[in-house]
Nanobody, 129 residues
Framework: QVQMAASGGGSVQAGGSLTLYCAAATSSYSRYYTTFCMGWFRQAPGKERGAVASIDSDANTRYSNSVKGRFTLSKDNAKNTLTLRMDNLKPEDTAMYYC???????????????????WGQGTQVTVSS
């Protein structure tokens, strides 16, 4: 069983920045940062959960069109953390954000469709206009 802890959410005005973190709850999780797909999803009230960004075992990143150019995803293998830097935030970015791990080397369209092996608890991001 893999447990992940998400943090870094909060409230900010439009145009501001926030950074989200996803950390492994156990040391044995460290290998996942070098060999598996990881990413962030978000779900706004009344909407379905959707993928925001992902990073695969080769550190290739992928972003949804709505955040491309504003969000940056990275991972620190030494600290066992996945980091999502969010700049130029917009009110439509308001949502609960979830980190996820998929036990595959690359991030597939299935993962982007919302199918992951492990999920962290959500962290709320609220952007006011």
């Amino acid at each position: 069983q893999v447990q992940m802890a998400a943090s870094g959410g909060g409230s900010v005005q439009a145009g501001g920045s926030l950074t989200l973190y996803c950390a492994a709850a156990t040391s044995s999780y460290s290998r996942y940062y070098t060999t598996f797909c990881m990413g962030w999803f978000r779900q706004a009230p009344g909407k379905e959960r959707g993928a925001v960004a992902s990073i695969d075992s080769d550190a290739n990143t992928r972003y949804s069109n709505s955040v491309k150019g504003r969000f940056t995803l990275s991972k620190d293998n030494a600290k066992n953390t996945l980091t999502l830097r969010m700049d130029n935030l917009k009110p439509e970015d308001t949502a609960m954000y979830y980190c996820a791990v998929d036990l595959n080397y690359y991030c597939s369209d299935v993962f982007w469709g919302g199918s992951a092996d492990y999920w962290g608890q959500g962290t709320q991001v609220t952007v006011s206009s």
